[in-house]
Nanobody, 121 residues
């Protein structure tokens, strides 16, 4: 059974940093793109960042470009999201996604349960 488990969320003040991790089990994703999405209260889930299987190519939403960095460790079957200069508008549940080609869309095959990130002003 494939499982994606996110960790690293929490409550921080504006300007702080957090590092999210997503550990996959049940199959390897070394040949698949992986990504992060988020959903704020009352809003639809939106794209945050994605990374190719090799880690060479990555995409970012305009709202996080320059502040967030996505990376992966294929040996650990894990993808990371380093978040810096956090803003209150970054508050959301963050979801890990995997399986498929690199995309900003939500067509990834597998999804985690999410981790809450709350940024206070």
């Amino acid at each position: 059974q494939v499982e994606l488990v996110e960790s690293g969320g929490g409550l921080v003040q504006a300007g702080a940093s957090l590092r999210l991790s997503c550990a996959a089990s049940g199959r390897t994703f070394r040949n698949d793109a992986m990504g992060w999405f988020r959903q704020a209260p009352g809003k639809e889930r939106e794209f945050v960042a994605a990374i190719s299987w090799s880690g060479v190519t990555s995409y970012y939403a305009d709202s996080v470009k320059g502040r967030f960095t996505i990376s992966r460790d294929n040996a650990k079957n894990t993808v990371y999201l380093q978040m810096t200069s956090l803003k209150p508008e970054d508050t959301a549940v963050y979801y890990c996604a995997a399986g498929g080609i690199l995309s900003r869309g939500q067509e990834y095959r597998y999804w985690g349960q999410g981790t809450q990130v709350t940024v206070s002003s």
